[in-house]
């Protein structure tokens, strides 16, 4: 069992800049992948952006040149910085670890962006 405790979430304004934090209780260089997703009431999960086991990256369209997920695995801890906040940008924020055939979700962080 792994938990994921997610930070760093608040209220930013548009333009600006906040960097969440997932601190894991397990090894996650074990991890086959960790990823950042996010929820909007009433919408689908989606991804944001997702780091392998080899520190290969994949980013969702919406974010793409403005996020930027990373890892430290002596911390075993994931980040996603996220620069130039946009309104759109407004969610819950879930972290996420695959280890496969095992998966795990954080509580989620609240991000919200004002215009």
């Known amino acids: 069992q792994v938990q994921l405790v997610e930070s760093g979430g608040g209220l930013v304004q548009a333009g600006g800049s906040l960097k969440l934090s997932c601190a894991a209780s397990?090894?996650?260089?074990?991890?086959?992948?960790l990823g950042w997703f996010r929820q909007v009431p009433g919408k689908q999960r989606e991804m944001v952006a997702i780091?392998?086991?080899?520190?290969?990256?994949d980013y969702g369209n919406s974010v793409k040149g403005r996020f930027t997920v990373s890892k430290d695995n002596a911390k075993n801890t994931l980040y996603l910085q996220m620069d130039n906040l946009k309104p759109e940008d407004t969610a819950t924020y879930y972290c996420?670890?695959?280890?496969?055939?095992?998966?795990?979700w954080g509580q989620g962080t609240q991000v919200t962006v004002s215009s």
């Open positions: 397990g090894n996650i260089f074990e991890a086959n992948a």
């Open positions: 780091i392998s086991r080899d520190a290969g990256t």
């Open positions: 996420h670890a695959n280890y496969y055939p095992a998966m795990y």
